[in-house]
């Protein structure tokens, strides 16, 4: 059975960090694409950073709106994945999902088929 768990949120100022962890269980995160999804109050889930498979040799991607800001990374050891979020603005207030289970490079909700419960992030300003 597969078990994703996000940890990590939580409320920080304008201009601050966090960091986001999933940990997986039941699927290796090495062997699969994962990505970070937003959602704030009445909006559509919105795709934020993938790192594909660790065979794939593709770079990390991002959405424009937190390049720069946001990164993601790996550790195969411990079967995690963690968004390092810098210079954090109100407008990155959301619910952050991890997801995992497909290959290639994909950012649609759509194309995973796991999902962590969310783990809220407030930012003030």
């Known amino acids: 059975q597969v078990q994703l768990v996000e940890s990590g949120g939580g409320l920080v100022q304008a201009g601050g960090s966090l960091s986001l962890f999933c940990e997986a269980s039941?699927?290796?995160?090495?062997?699969?694409?994962t990505a970070w999804f937003r959602q704030a109050p009445g909006k559509e889930r919105e795709f934020i950073a993938l790192?594909?498979?660790?065979?794939?040799?593709?770079?990390?991607a991002y959405d424009d709106s937190v390049k720069g800001r946001f990164t993601i990374s790996r550790d195969a050891a411990k079967n995690t994945v963690t968004l390092r979020m810098d210079s954090l603005k109100p407008e990155d207030t959301a619910v952050y999902y991890c997801a995992t289970g497909s290959r290639g490079v994909l950012w649609k909700p759509a194309d995973f088929p796991y999902w962590g419960q969310g783990t809220q992030v407030s930012v003030s300003s």
């Open positions: 039941g699927i290796s995160f090495s062997s699969y694409t």
């Open positions: 790192l594909t498979s660790f065979w794939s040799g593709t770079d990390p």
